[in-house]
């Protein structure tokens, strides 16, 4: 069974930065890819970004390129998510999500994950 636990959520003020971290307390996340993905509120589930294996195979959303980077962190086995100039309408729980089949080419397809954390919400104030 994987277990997905994502953390670093919180209120930040418009243009502010946080850091959020996926980890897994019973396996060994560095032999997973990983897909972030965020839901707001009366909204479908978006992917935003993901990172394969090795983390030489990155890929982000139109709607976060440039502000948001993701990265392995080997040592701590997570996978983080640094989110740079933070706008209102970020404010979503973010979760991160992997699948026994990776869906690498196909990765914002949020159907094709059947491994997903509880989420962290993230509040951009204005």
């Known amino acids: 069974q994987v277990q997905l636990v994502e953390s670093g959520g919180g209120l930040v003020q418009f243009g502010g930065s946080l850091r959020l971290s996926c980890s897994a307390p019973v396996l060994a996340l560095n032999y997973y890819s990983i897909t972030w993905s965020r839901q707001a509120p009366g909204k479908e589930h978006e992917a935003v970004s993901t990172i394969n294996i090795r983390g030489d195979t990155i890929r982000y959303s139109d709607a976060v390129k440039g502000r948001f980077t993701i990265a392995r962190d080997k040592a701590l086995e997570t996978v983080d998510l640094q989110m740079d100039s933070l706008k209102p309408e970020y404010t979503a729980i973010y979760y991160c999500?992997?699948?026994?089949?990776?869906?690498?080419?196909?990765?914002?397809?949020?159907?094709?994950?059947?491994?997903w954390g509880q989420g962290t919400q993230v509040t951009v104030s204005s």
């Open positions: 999500a992997t699948a026994d089949r990776f869906p690498t080419t196909e990765w914002s397809r949020e159907d094709l994950y059947n491994y």
